[in-house]
Each structure stands twice: as C-alpha cells, then as structure tokens.
C-alpha cells in the first residue's frame, strides 16, 4: 500500500509541474501580446470641440481689405474714367460674392455709395487666387447733358467697402494726380475678372 500511495503522489506532481510548465511557456513565447507593445489597442481620443469640421487652410473665404492690396488712378487718354485695382496678396482664394461690385465713397460724410453699372454684371463671381487681381472702372461723370452743370470736386483717394457693414478703406490715387468727380453722377463698375474686361466701359 505504501508504495502505490507513493506512486500516486509523484504522478500528481508531474502533472502539475507540466501544467505550470505550459502556461508558463504560454506567456514568455517570444512575439506574445505581452511582449510587444504595437499589439496594444488603446482607445483613440476624444475629438476637441470644434474639430470635427476642421477649417481647410486652401478653402475659399470672402475677400477682405486685409488681404487685398489696392491701385487707383486716371486712365490716360480716356475722358472720365479711373481704373480700381485689387491684388489678393495672402495665401487662400476669396471672393467677392457677398458684395459683388465696389461700395465707393466720393468726399467725407455719410454719403451714398456710387451706383452700379448694371450691365457690367459678370455671369459668374469673381474670385481671385493668391496673386491674382480683380478690376472695376470708374466712370467719373456722366457724359452729355446728364454731366453738365455739375461742378463736383477734385480728389487724391476715396473710400472703397467691400461690404455694406464694413469701413471704407481709404485708398489713394496713384501719383497722388487729383482727379475731377462728380459724385452724383459717377458710377462703377462690377468686379471684372480682367483689365481688358473693365476697360471695355
């Protein structure tokens, strides 16, 4: 009896010994999810609040005076007529389509901006790419009797708004070469894509 007991006993123990063998092997195996963190699943952050939709650095945005450089001045040899110049000189497109003509303002005061020349309306909005330039020509006064009579003034800049709540921005003719205006006739363009567009009113 004692020596099955015995026997018994030595075979419970191997097995148990090969059994913390096995698990043991289990988990030191070389490549195991214990050894190698790249199998590790974290959970992915929360979004910050407002990042969901975050703003495209090349979308398109309304043009505005800070991102415009602008040129004014007399066109020579044409009669009446002064030519509005805006450069995009920042880094994203914009357009005009909020406002899409020129809101000028002739002298100080609370005065009108100068009606559009309807006909002038582009088919599409003007947009302008980094670098690119828009145009709108001025037409100082009306021409034939509609222009007579009217003494007007002279000028070396007006304000230019490109949007009915926005401050004009104060631009100067170039050459500082003052020009006759009568306000209450003048009228503008709209934004035209190309000099030779504007040039033809």
């Not at 670098?131 to 800049?157: E, K, N, V």
Request: aromatic residues 4%.
């Amino acid at each position: 009896m004692p020596i099955t007991t015995t026997s018994r006993t030595v075979t419970a123990t191997a097995l148990a010994a090969a059994a913390l063998t096995l698990i043991t092997a289990c988990h030191d195996t070389p490549g195991s999810k214990a050894d190698n963190p790249l199998s590790a699943v974290s959970p992915a952050p929360a979004p910050a609040p407002g990042d969901a939709n975050p703003p495209d650095p090349g979308g398109r945005v309304a043009c505005t005076p800070e991102m415009l450089r602008f040129h004014a001045g007399a066109l020579p040899h044409r009669d009446r007529r002064m030519l509005l110049k805006v450069t995009n000189f920042s880094g994203r497109t914009c357009d005009f389509a909020a406002q899409r003509y020129p809101l000028l303002r002739i002298g100080e005061g609370r005065q009108a901006a100068l009606p559009a020349i309807r006909a002038s309306r582009p088919l599409t909005v003007v947009s302008l790419a980094p670098g690119d330039t828009a145009y709108a020509m001025i037409l100082t006064s009306a021409g034939g009797p509609a222009g007579r009579g009217h003494r007007g003034r002279r000028i070396s800049q007006f304000g230019v708004a490109l949007t009915g709540r926005a401050a004009p921005t104060q631009v100067g003719l170039d050459g500082r070469a003052p020009v006759h205006v009568d306000p209450r006739t003048a009228t503008v363009t709209y934004w035209q894509p190309s000099s030779v567009a504007a040039r033809q009113w």
